[in-house]
C-alpha cells in the first residue's frame, strides 16, 4: 500500500491567492482528518469526515477555510483568500474507526504564504 | 477548553537509560491516549494506544501507562537508542473529542 498520499509536498503562494490542498487516504478507510501544525500550536484538527460525511468541522479557522471529500479515495482543503498566518504544515491522515484509533498521516504539504 | 499537556523542553537522556515522557490531560475525559513519533519533515506514526480502563500497555521495549486518577499518562522508551531520537506526541481520543499536545522531542546521546 502506498500509505496516505498528499500533493503538492511544498506550496509557496502570495497573501491573497487561493490554495488548493489534496489528500488520497488509504484504500478501505472510512476516517479521513486534516490537521495543522505549527511550532507555536502545534497539532491541530481542523475537520474531520467519516464515509465522506463531515462529522467536526470546528478546527476549521475562520470561513477562509473549507475542505470537501466527493469520494471515498479523494479530498480536498481549500483556502481563499490566504494569509501569511496560514503558513504552515498540513497534514491529511486517514483511519479504519470500525477497527482501530490508529491513523495513518500523509507526509504534509508545507504551505508559504507571502 | 480541554488540553492535552507535554513537557515541551526537549529531554536529553543517556544511551541504555529509560526515557520517561509525560502527558497530561485537563477539561478532558479521553476513552483513550495514544502515542505517536514524529521525525523530522514526516508525518507522525502511530505507536501505541491505551484505554481507560487499561493500567499499563507494553510493545518491545515500549511502555506505556494510563492513570485517570492523576489524569496522566507515561510514556517508556527503555535501553534508549539514538535512533529513539524524535518528537513523541500524545493524543487523547473519545466522545470528548480529538486532542493532541504539542510533543517532547526527545534526544538520546550516545
Not at chain 1, 479521513?32 to 470546528?58: A, C, H, K
Not at chain 2, 501507562?65 to 529513539?84: E, G, R, V
Amino acid at each position: 500500500d502506498a500509505g496516505v498520499i498528499q500533493s503538492p509536498r511544498h506550496e509557496v503562494t502570495e497573501m491573497g491567492q487561493e490554495v488548493t490542498l489534496r489528500c488520497k487516504p488509504i484504500s478501505g478507510h472510512n476516517s479521513l482528518f486534516w490537521y495543522r501544525q505549527t511550532m507555536m500550536r502545534g497539532l491541530e484538527l481542523l475537520i474531520y469526515f467519516n464515509n465522506n460525511v463531515p462529522i467536526d468541522d470546528s478546527g476549521m479557522p475562520e470561513d477562509r477555510f473549507s475542505a470537501k471529500m466527493p469520494n471515498a479515495s479523494f479530498s480536498t482543503l481549500k483556502i481563499q483568500p490566504s494569509e501569511p498566518r496560514d503558513s504552515a504544515v498540513y497534514f491529511c491522515a486517514s483511519s479504519d474507526w470500525t477497527s482501530s484509533y490508529e491513523q495513518y498521516f500523509g507526509p504534509g504539504t508545507r504551505l508559504t504564504v507571502t | 477548553s480541554q488540553k492535552i499537556e507535554q513537557n515541551s523542553e526537549a529531554l536529553n537522556i543517556q544511551e541504555g537509560k529509560t526515557a520517561t515522557l509525560t502527558c497530561n490531560y485537563t477539561n478532558y475525559s479521553p476513552a483513550y491516549l495514544q502515542w505517536y513519533r514524529q521525525d523530522p519533515g514526516r508525518g507522525p506514526v502511530f505507536l501505541l494506544l491505551i484505554r481507560e480502563n487499561e493500567k499499563e500497555k507494553r510493545k518491545e521495549r515500549l511502555k506505556v501507562t494510563f492513570d485517570t486518577t492523576l489524569k496522566q499518562s507515561l510514556f517508556h522508551i527503555t535501553a534508549s537508542q539514538p535512533a529513539d531520537s524524535a518528537t513523541y506526541l500524545c493524543r487523547g481520543g473519545g466522545a470528548d473529542g480529538l486532542t493532541f499536545g504539542k510533543g517532547t522531542h526527545l534526544i538520546i546521546q550516545p
